[in-house]
């Protein structure tokens, strides 16, 4: 018996007990092929020597050192490798444990921007429902998924606003061109600001392609730079967190790079570290950092585990190996082929609605009806049914429910290492085809219903 308070006190998790490259090493032997690198996070799959080096060298040397007094070389050299050509325009990073911290320091430091250039009124953000920013009070203030901030829906904070999210399969309307579905959203935003008073707004916060809450969902093209203008036209600040989707995981460093838009502040996490440590970090523009050079001269906020000389020498170890060894083209080369295959095999599936995504982060949307994109019964728990059935083919991939408003829809996320090969990329098809069509059986009793 676990003295764990693990996810569910219901269903005991596997215990793993290693890891080499795609693969999860079980108690018993089994190897499991590891389709989403946990969510989205081990970049470069398990058990990486290098990087793995990297944290012992760091222990040895400096382990830990308070941000109050000291820097450490790890740190300063993540942040050089990551900003060395200012993307973008941002300069300067800030290191923390976690997605979650990220969007929390994020958040302040907007907030904390407008003190500093004598703009006191700018208190409020504007998000997007069924976004998902982390879990902490803040972060989840401004995430939009129901299902996740209902528990707490009273200790949430009333200076976030949501508006829709750019979700061309579910929510642009018939007849509707992108173009106009596009202004309509960015009209849409428009009136938030107005409604809210656009000198009040601090920041918009968007994920440039949505992860755990819809499944890989990417914008149209025109949507980013037309909010971006909204942004700019009142002087607010762009908050894109790429917590999930960014360093490489969509086959750019930055998610952001194939939108045509620059934030003021960017959220990393999951690919800096690949796990290795926890860590996640924000990027910032210079014209941000100068305003707080010209000010007070301090961000006001601050963690005890900031910049950790071992999680750093960890993202370090990941961000060299992802550039020495080109691992972005293979994103991109493999993420053609995961589509491909997703596409082969799911293309005309009857209860397969929508394949989407971009590079090695793909999803696939199950709908019991194809026409009427009509969801299952969030009841019958799909999406946990298809989680058990590739676990049980010796496939690890990231189903989630609540696709569509956090209560309805079915999505599994595939989102494997970005050293895969192109056998690893047909054996998580295959695998997950089969486990969505005996989850299926259990759901509609119509197990036979994929004709290829
Ligand atoms: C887009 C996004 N933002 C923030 C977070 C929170 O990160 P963490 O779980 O590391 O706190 C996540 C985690 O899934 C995420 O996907």
Not at 12 to 20: I, K, M, N, S
Not at 78 to 84: D, K, M, N, R, S
Not at 321 to 342: C, E, F, P, T
Not at 345 to 365: T, W, Y
């Amino acid at each position: 018996m676990s003295r764990i308070l693990h996810r569910s006190l219901h269903e005991a998790p596997h215990l793993a007990v290693g890891g080499q490259g795609m693969f999860i090493e079980m108690a018993d032997g089994r190897m499991i092929l590891d389709g989403s690198g946990g969510a989205a996070v081990s970049c470069l799959g398990h058990g990486n020597a290098r990087v793995a080096e990297a944290v012992a060298a760091q222990m040895a040397k400096v382990s830990y050192v308070h941000t109050g007094l000291f820097t450490n070389a790890a740190a300063e050299e993540l942040a050089e490798t990551v900003l060395g050509d200012e993307p973008g325009g941002l300069s300067h990073a800030y290191f923390c444990s976690s997605g979650s911290e990220a969007m929390e320091a994020a958040i302040k430091l907007a907030r904390q921007y407008f003190l500093e250039i004598g703009q006191p009124a700018r208190t409020h953000f504007i998000a997007r429902r069924a976004s998902y920013h982390g879990n902490t009070l803040g972060a989840l203030s401004a995430g939009g998924n129901a299902m996740r901030r209902a528990p707490y829906a009273e200790l949430l904070s009333p200076a976030f606003s949501h508006v829709s999210p750019c979700f061309a399969y579910r929510f642009q309307a018939e007849g509707e061109s992108d173009a106009q579905y596009v202004r309509r959203l960015a009209d849409e935003l428009e009136a938030a600001f107005q409604r809210l008073g656009p000198s009040r707004v601090a920041a918009f916060i968007a994920e440039p392609v949505v992860g755990a809450t819809t499944g890989c969902v990417a914008a149209l093209p025109g949507y980013f730079p037309a909010i971006r203008a909204v942004c700019d036209r009142h002087g607010a600040l762009l908050i894109l967190d790429e917590v999930m989707c960014g360093m490489g995981r969509t086959g750019t460093m930055h998610a952001w790079e194939q939108e045509g838009v620059v934030p003021d502040i960017q959220a990393m996490a999951k690919g800096l570290g690949g796990g290795y440590q926890p860590i996640g970090g924000i990027l910032i523009a210079a014209r941000v950092i100068e305003a707080f050079r010209a000010g007070s001269g301090a961000f006001m906020h601050g963690h005890t585990y900031q910049a950790h000389p071992v999680a750093c020498a960890a993202a370090l170890a990941v961000q060299k190996v992802i550039r020495d060894d080109d691992l972005l083209a293979n994103v991109r080369a493999m993420g053609l082929r995961l589509q491909a295959q997703l596409t082969e095999r799911f293309g005309n599936h009857a209860h397969v609605g929508d394949i989407r995504g971009r590079g090695l982060f793909q999803a696939i949307e199950l709908v019991a009806d194809r026409g009427t994109k009509a969801p299952f019964d969030p009841g019958r728990r799909l999406h946990e049914r298809i989680k058990r059935a590739a676990f049980e083919r010796g496939l690890a991939v990231y189903p989630m429910g609540g696709t569509i408003d956090g209560r309805l829809g079915d999505h599994v996320v595939i989102a494997p290492p970005y050293i895969a090969e192109a056998a690893h990329i047909d054996a998580i098809v295959e695998r997950l085809g089969d486990a969505v069509e005996a989850a299926l059986a259990g759901v509609t009793g119509d197990g036979a219903a994929y004709r290829n």
